[in-house]
């Protein structure tokens, strides 16, 4: 089975808590803090494996979790960092966030990495929180969580030349006649229901080897999606040239050639853009060898290479082959696919501002980055670790905004994924 779209869930590792403790040395009762800072979480990274050709390994695995950071110690000595978890996926992999549907990465040359899951801070130790007026602080940090999210990975195949055309105009039987490859071949519309990749042959004193891809056959309104093909029309969009394959049998040849190049153009007008051959195929046949000099003065019109061929009877290849050699990069420039694989990199804004909402539940909720970064930072169970973060709220005047909304001893309040109990004056973890 061919997989070339999956969901998978990404969870990067957690950082260290950061240590709350003090020397202990001989003759230094009263000995300052030396609490270490915990270790940063393991972040989840994707990396193109160049001998992959499908999604095929997340058949079955959908999770995927990096490893913890460690907890700071006494001494200063810093927690470890968590190890990374590192997913292979297939070159021209583009992944994105399921939720949002925003771009990530771009996958494309081989060894390329992204970062889709960035670990979590270690926690600062009690060290960092000493000043000339508080010797002996107690507070350290919590380590901060890992990004967790759902990813939809989509391939688009990789080919220097693409075999695009409707059901049953032999791409499959082109694809064998020019190649290694051996796909289902049946005079059948719609044999072909997954991408078939081969590698041909230019010439003898051509060191190029360009790999050529079958797509599984259009139909009209693909692009819209109807039909088969429509899941597999963003595998031409990296190849270098276009093969348009033509049933040169059948009743009306020109009208099979408008429908795939009105599906290219729906789909993307880039794609008409591409270097393009017509094989004028099953010349083997009465029909369409009678029907050729009409089509070839068409396309002759329209300034478009086209050869006939037989696929099934093996005539013509060598005229499609010095005709795709022609159109391909000279031997020594670079065969990569366009375009490049790129990686997004989203700016991490931390600002003070926050806002203040009620939940479906009536629950006041707090939202803003930095305020919910210290509040999964802060350990509650430590006096002065919740007097700090009582400090932190007066100071970005979250406290005040909670009371004009009319907040209540007792009541509960969201900050992230923290839930607090209001008590006035303290807070509370809500268990």
């Not at 009690?126 to 967790?148: C, K, L, S």
């Not at 670790?385 to 709220?393: G, V």
Request: charged fraction near 30%.
């Amino acid at each position: 089975m061919f997989l070339d779209r999956v969901k998978i869930w990404v969870k990067a590792g957690a950082g260290g808590d950061g240590a709350a403790t003090f020397r202990r040395e001989a003759h230094v009762p009263r000995g300052g803090p030396d609490g270490g800072d915990g270790g940063r979480g393991g972040s989840v990274v994707l990396r193109v494996d160049a001998g992959q050709t499908t999604l095929r390994d997340f058949r079955h695995a959908h999770h995927f979790r990096a490893g913890d950071g460690g907890r700071g110690e006494g001494a200063r000595r810093h927690g470890k960092a968590g190890a990374p978890r590192e997913i292979d996926v297939p070159p021209g992999t583009s992944v994105y966030d399921d939720a949002t549907g925003e771009l990530i990465a771009d996958l494309v040359a081989a060894g390329q990495t992204a970062v889709v899951a960035k670990g979590g801070r270690g926690g600062l130790g009690n060290v960092h929180f000493a000043t000339a007026t508080h010797r002996t602080p107690y507070h350290a940090q919590r380590g901060e969580p890992g990004i967790e999210r759902w990813l939809r990975l989509e391939l688009r195949l990789i080919a220097d030349v693409g075999l695009v055309g409707l059901p049953n105009a032999g791409k499959s039987t082109l694809l064998a006649a020019l190649t290694a490859a051996t796909p289902k071949i049946a005079p059948y519309p719609f044999t072909t229901v997954e991408p078939n990749l081969g590698v041909m042959e230019l010439g003898a004193d051509d060191e190029r080897r360009p790999t050529v891809a079958d797509v599984p056959g259009l139909i009209e309104g693909a692009s819209s999606g109807a039909g088969l093909g429509h899941a597999f029309l963003r595998h031409v969009e990296r190849t270098r040239v276009l093969v348009h394959v033509v049933d040169g049998s059948d009743p009306d040849p020109e009208w099979d050639y408008d429908v795939i190049r009105d599906e290219l153009l729906a789909h993307d007008p880039a794609l008409l853009e591409k270097p393009l051959v017509v094989a004028y195929n099953k010349t083997d046949l009465p029909a369409a060898a009678g029907g050729w000099p009409t089509f070839r003065d068409a396309r002759v019109a329209e300034g478009i290479p086209c050869v006939a061929v037989s696929a099934e009877a093996r005539t013509g290849l060598d005229e499609l082959r010095r005709l795709l050699a022609e159109a391909l990069p000279a031997a020594g420039e670079d065969l990569e696919p366009e375009p490049a694989g790129i990686v997004v990199h989203r700016l991490e804004a931390l600002g003070d501002a926050f806002s203040v909402t009620r939940d479906d539940d009536g629950v006041l909720r707090v939202s803003g980055r930095r305020i919910e970064r210290i509040a999964v930072q802060t350990d509650f169970e430590v006096e002065e670790s919740a007097e700090r973060f009582q400090r932190d709220l007066d100071r970005l005047g979250i406290d005040a905004a909670l009371r004009r909304e009319g907040i209540a001893p007792g009541d509960t309040v969201r900050i992230g994924k923290v839930e607090l109990e209001w008590g006035g004056e303290a807070w509370e973890g809500v268990e």
